[in-house]
């Protein structure tokens, strides 16, 4: 599987975010097992450090991932 820069995909499934509506106090969904490896797959294509994202492993409409929210 070919990824391009802004791509993630913690699980081996290509996930495509457009990186640019991922403003500061929004938050994104990404369904997922291997919630470690998204989190360093959010903060690489996005280009933010993860000090400045805050997020949490959690159940959203019967499918397990990490809700990510962007601080700043």
Do not use: Q
């Not at 690489?44 to 805050?54: F, N």
Request: charged share 25%.
């Amino acid at each position: 599987m070919r990824l391009l820069g802004s791509d993630i995909a913690p699980d081996g499934v290509r996930i495509v975010v457009d990186w640019s509506k991922f403003t500061p106090g929004t938050s994104i969904f990404i369904p997922c097992i291997n919630t470690k490896l998204a989190i360093d797959h959010v903060s690489d294509a996005c280009g933010i450090r993860k000090s400045e994202l805050k997020y949490r492993v959690c159940v959203e409409n019967g499918k397990y991932g990490l809700r990510v929210w962007r601080m700043k």
